[in-house]
């Protein structure tokens, strides 16, 4: 089965050090980003997104915006990834 089993994306959350941490505005509304969604494509390649709540407060939307060219976000970005492919091989299953 595994040769025909085909997986489109794996995808882990991060949490974004609070020194790496940046603000965003959309629809006139200022987010704090805290959370990125790194998915690891078919092609090998990473993609990345970066989430949020409001600064002032509330739910907000589900918004998603795009992530700096920053070195070290890039190396965060990185490290999940390798860390995530590490907890992945390791599974034990279903529990």
């Not at 089965?1 to 940046?22: C, F, H, K, Q, Y």
């Not at 990345?48 to 976000?73: C, H, T, W």
């Amino acid at each position: 089965m595994s040769g025909d089993l085909e997986v489109s994306a794996a995808a882990v959350n991060v949490t974004i050090p609070e020194a790496l941490r940046w603000t965003d505005t959309r629809r006139g509304q200022e987010f704090q980003l805290t959370t990125l969604n790194v998915r690891l494509l078919p092609d090998g390649h990473l993609a990345v997104k970066a989430y949020g709540r409001p600064v002032g407060g509330g739910r907000g939307a589900y918004v998603s915006f795009p992530v700096p060219d920053e070195p070290a976000l890039a190396t965060l970005v990185a490290e999940a990834a390798t860390r995530a492919g590490e907890l992945w091989a390791g599974h034990r299953g279903l529990g």
